[in-house]
């Protein structure tokens, strides 16, 4: 059973920077694709990026392509995303999720999920 532990998220200007982080234990890290979610207040949960289990391969949302970056370290079984060029839309809560089957993960259909970390970003 993987536990996952979102950490990082805060309160931000416009045009800031976060870095969060997701830390898990409980499973073999290097086994799991990683993804990113976001919830804002009144709008459903949605994709925001994505890393499979080497690293090699990511994905991300159009809405943060280009300001957004994930990535993991499987030492330390840890990972990130890098949030730059934050907007007032980038506020939401952010999940971390991970799976062994990346079109589960992708789907929004995750075994593991963390708790969330808020992010808001102020105008």
């Known amino acids: 059973q993987m536990q996952l532990v979102e950490s990082g998220g805060g309160l931000v200007q416009a045009g800031g920077s976060l870095r969060l982080s997701c830390a898990a234990s409980g499973g073999t890290f290097s086994n799991y694709a990683m993804a990113w979610f976001r919830q804002a207040p009144g709008k459903e949960r949605e994709f925001v990026a994505y890393?499979?289990?080497?690293?090699?391969?990511?994905s991300t949302a159009n809405s943060v392509k280009g300001r957004f970056t994930i990535s993991r370290d499987n030492t330390k079984n840890t990972v990130h995303l890098q949030m730059n060029s934050l907007r007032s839309e980038d506020t939401a809560v952010y999940y971390c999720?991970?799976?062994?089957?990346?079109?589960?993960?992708?789907?929004?259909?995750?075994?593991?999920w963390g708790q969330g970390t808020q992010v808001t970003v102020s105008s």
């Open positions: 890393i499979s289990w080497s690293g090699a391969m990511t």
């Open positions: 999720a991970a799976d062994s089957v990346a079109s589960k993960l992708r789907a929004g259909d995750a075994d593991y």
